[in-house]
């Protein structure tokens, strides 16, 4: 709702300024008209004799009266009283949702400072900020991990030769990692081979497109049928695309969703997050700043906020902010899984999806949670991701 707010205030900003700026163009271009017209008269009338002289005077005189009845500048320092006057009404808007000061919100934590300066770097690095990170690296004097920024310079390697339309260097990495994506139950290299086979067909070389599905799509056949008679199918169409009824296969946005993709299964592989953890933790902490802003207003020392262990309230984080590394069901013993993830109870104990489903009765009514005396609704527990 407050960023809605903030967004309306700066949208009849945006309003004001083309509306004020289309009347001080009109009328500036109004009064060049009339000088243009008299300049116009005098070139007409001469310069010589007294005859010529009066009419040029009366031209003037003229002109002068209706630049008068206009009044330019009144009108201009109109339009800008009123673009200052909502531009004053957007700063007072900002101001009541942007707090400039943040200290307040903080807490001291002991932190070794070459450890924040490897993040950082780290952090530069996963972003393709190389020279940027080399950089800091030498004015910070700290150390970081050669293997990180050579790891992030391969994976922007490949993402960028994806998005410019070049699945080759992709496509090698895919399948030399063939057993570990198809494990993690990824078919990268399937969709590789197909906008690979796709861009064959755009060419028109209908015996390139069945060599090419022959031997790297075939082998997918029997998990994906489907998809593979399609393909199969889509030669008949290899240079008339456009009439393709595949329509799928053509979209402009299939090569970013799959560079984005690749990323995802790179990082997973390497056994990295696919978000940094410091844009991660910059996110969720924009996220709840405001929320702990107003806990501040209402406590009665900044000390209780500093020998607090934990808020006094919960803070709803959105779901890419819930998450969890290894977990067991304390009731059923199982792993959790995709199929079967933590949820996290109101009472905040977590409880395997199943285990839940179990003491609801299907979530039919509400269950006791095991570890304390507090029920709840299925509706009311929230997944955590593992």
Same mark, same amino acid.
């Given at each position: 709702?407050?960023?809605?707010?903030?967004?309306?205030?700066?949208?009849?900003?945006?309003?004001?300024?083309?509306?004020?700026?289309?009347?001080?163009?009109?009328?500036?271009?109004?009064?060049?008209?009339?000088?243009?017209?008299?300049?116009?008269?005098?070139?007409?009338?001469?310069?010589?004799?007294?005859?010529?002289?009066?009419?040029?005077?009366?031209?003037?005189?003229?002109?002068?009266?209706?630049?008068?009845?206009?009044?330019?500048?009144?009108?201009?320092?109109?339009?800008?009283?009123?673009?200052?006057?909502?531009?004053?009404?957007?700063?007072?808007?900002?101001?009541?949702?942007?707090?400039?000061?943040?200290?307040?919100?903080?807490?001291?934590?002991?932190?070794?400072?070459?450890?924040?300066?490897?993040?950082?770097?780290?952090?530069?690095?996963?972003?393709?900020?190389?020279?940027?990170?080399?950089?800091?690296?030498?004015?910070?004097?700290?150390?970081?991990?050669?293997?990180?920024?050579?790891?992030?310079?391969?994976?922007?390697?490949?993402?960028?030769?994806?998005?410019?339309?070049?699945?080759?260097?992709?496509?090698?990495?895919?399948?030399?990692?063939?057993?570990?994506?198809?494990?993690?139950?990824?078919?990268?290299?399937?969709?590789?081979?197909?906008?690979?086979?796709?861009?064959?067909?755009?060419?028109?070389?209908?015996?390139?497109?069945?060599?090419?599905?022959? #031997?790297?799509?075939?082998?997918?056949? +029997? @998990?994906?049928?489907?998809?593979?008679?399609? %393909?199969? $199918?889509?030669?008949? /169409?290899?240079?008339?695309?456009?009439?393709?009824?595949?329509?799928?296969?053509?979209?402009?946005?299939?090569?970013?969703?799959?560079?984005?993709?690749?990323?995802?299964?790179?990082?997973?592989?390497?056994?990295?997050?696919?978000?940094?953890?410091?844009?991660?933790?910059? #996110?969720?902490?924009?996220?709840?700043? +405001? @929320?702990?802003?107003?806990?501040?207003?209402? %406590?009665? $020392?900044?000390?209780? /906020?500093?020998?607090?262990?934990?808020?006094?309230?919960?803070?709803?984080?959105?779901?890419?902010?819930?998450?969890?590394?290894?977990?067991?069901?304390?009731?059923?013993?199982?792993?959790?899984?995709?199929?079967?993830?933590?949820?996290?109870?109101?009472?905040?104990?977590?409880?395997?999806?199943?285990?839940?489903?179990?003491?609801?009765?299907?979530?039919?009514?509400?269950?006791?949670?095991?570890?304390?005396?507090?029920?709840?609704?299925?509706?009311?527990?929230?997944?955590?991701?593992?």
């Amino acid at each position: 709702m407050e960023i809605k707010t903030v967004k309306d205030a700066f949208d009849h900003v945006v309003k004001k300024q083309k509306l004020t700026s289309s009347k001080a163009i009109d009328l500036v271009n109004h009064v060049g008209k009339e000088i243009e017209q008299a300049i116009s008269a005098i070139q007409e009338n001469g310069t010589d004799g007294d005859v010529a002289s009066k009419l040029n005077h009366e031209i003037l005189l003229n002109l002068k009266k209706k630049l008068k009845e206009m009044v330019p500048v009144k009108q201009l320092e109109s339009c800008q009283k009123e673009m200052n006057t909502v531009i004053g009404k957007w700063v007072k808007t900002t101001d009541k949702f942007f707090i400039e000061d943040i200290s307040k919100a903080y807490r001291n934590v002991d932190m070794e400072p070459h450890l924040l300066s490897e993040l950082i770097a780290n952090h530069l690095y996963r972003e393709a900020l190389f020279d940027i990170g080399d950089k800091f690296i030498g004015e910070a004097s700290c150390q970081a991990s050669i293997e990180m920024k050579q790891l992030f310079q391969m994976m922007y390697e490949i993402h960028g030769a994806l998005r410019a339309g070049k699945p080759e260097p992709a496509l090698s990495w895919a399948m030399n990692n063939h057993d570990a994506l198809l494990q993690n139950g990824s078919y990268l290299e399937l969709k590789l081979h197909r906008i690979k086979f796709v861009e064959i067909l755009k060419e028109g070389n209908r015996d390139e497109a069945l060599l090419y599905a022959r #031997a790297y799509l075939t082998p997918f056949a +029997p @998990i994906h049928k489907d998809e593979f008679q399609r %393909l199969s $199918a889509s030669i008949i /169409w290899a240079g008339r695309l456009d009439q393709l009824p595949y329509t799928d296969f053509l979209l402009p946005t299939n090569w970013e969703k799959l560079a984005e993709e690749f990323a995802q299964q790179f990082c997973n592989l390497k056994g990295q997050s696919s978000t940094g953890p410091m844009g991660m933790t910059v #996110a969720a902490g924009g996220q709840v700043l +405001p @929320i702990i802003l107003k806990l501040m207003t209402v %406590l009665t $020392a900044k000390r209780e /906020w500093h020998s607090m262990k934990q808020v006094p309230f919960p803070l709803d984080l959105h779901k890419e902010f819930q998450f969890h590394s290894v977990f067991v069901c304390p009731v059923l013993r199982e792993q959790g899984s995709d199929d079967n993830p933590p949820m996290l109870l109101p009472c905040g104990h977590v409880l395997s999806k199943q285990s839940t489903m179990k003491l609801s009765k299907n979530s039919s009514r509400s269950f006791k949670c095991p570890y304390c005396p507090l029920e709840a609704l299925t509706s009311e527990c929230k997944q955590l991701h593992i």
